[in-house]
């Protein structure tokens, strides 16, 4: 007993999936909808994916959530300017240490494709390498989906009332998160 006290397990313990956190995550999904509509769907926005995957480890901890919720893999905050910058330390790095054991046309080359390089990934879509909001968008339908799931079994069973405002708020969410991406094809 006294061991576990001084060296706290590493994995959280699951929690049961109250009626009242249950509410919360509806009006959570909703206002996140909203949040995420604000945004180019087609941007890596570093904020929203940090948020999210901490709202997604939140999620993951709920014992009913955690089989369906646990398969939506983590949010990448990798924008273009972070690949950019990389290339470009690469470039500096092997100039900087290799530049002087090439022949000129040696360095003709390596500036040319390291320029190509910086050109490509200046194009190359962010969805490629990093979750645009877009596909933040489409992994918190997911989630919308899975708590509707859960809400149509009458698992929670919600009083009348509490249970059309439930609905409501996951119906909002999952409009206004399918407009949003549909509106961005």
């Given at each position: 007993?006294?061991?576990?006290?001084?060296?706290?397990?590493?994995?959280?313990?699951?929690?049961?999936?109250?009626?009242?956190?249950?509410?919360?995550?509806?009006?959570?999904?909703?206002?996140?909808?909203?949040?995420?509509?604000?945004?180019d769907q087609h941007?890596?926005?570093?904020?929203?994916?940090?948020?999210?995957?901490?709202?997604?480890?939140?999620?993951?901890?709920?014992?009913?959530?955690?089989?369906?919720?646990?398969?939506?893999?983590?949010?990448?905050?990798?924008?273009?300017?972070?690949?950019?910058?990389?290339?470009?330390?690469?470039?500096?790095?092997?100039?900087?240490?290799?530049?002087?054991?090439?022949?000129?046309?040696?360095?003709?080359?390596?500036?040319?494709?390291?320029?190509g390089a910086l050109?490509?990934?200046?194009?190359?879509?962010?969805?490629?390498?990093?979750?645009?909001?877009?596909?933040?968008?489409?992994?918190?339908?997911?989630?919308?989906e899975t708590l509707?799931?859960?809400?149509?079994?009458?698992?929670?069973?919600?009083?009348?009332?509490?249970?059309?405002?439930?609905?409501?708020?996951?119906?909002?969410?999952?409009?206004?998160?399918?407009?949003?991406?549909?509106?961005?094809?």
């Amino acid at each position: 007993m006294e061991i576990s006290r001084q060296y706290p397990s590493r994995y959280p313990t699951m929690a049961e999936l109250t009626r009242k956190a249950f509410y919360q995550l509806a009006i959570e999904c909703r206002e996140r909808a909203l949040d995420l509509a604000r945004h180019d769907q087609h941007r890596v926005v570093p904020a929203q994916c940090s948020r999210f995957n901490r709202w997604l480890a939140g999620l993951k901890s709920y014992e009913r959530l955690s089989t369906t919720v646990g398969a939506i893999p983590a949010a990448l905050p990798i924008t273009r300017w972070h690949l950019m910058g990389l290339v470009f330390l690469l470039w500096f790095l092997f100039v900087l240490f290799a530049g002087q054991d090439l022949n000129t046309n040696g360095q003709r080359i390596l500036g040319l494709s390291l320029t190509g390089a910086l050109i490509l990934l200046y194009f190359l879509p962010e969805r490629f390498y990093g979750t645009t909001i877009e596909l933040l968008e489409g992994k918190v339908l997911r989630v919308v989906e899975t708590l509707e799931g859960i809400l149509q079994s009458q698992e929670m069973q919600f009083s009348e009332a509490a249970y059309f405002q439930v609905k409501e708020n996951l119906q909002a969410a999952r409009a206004e998160l399918r407009q949003q991406i549909h509106l961005a094809h």
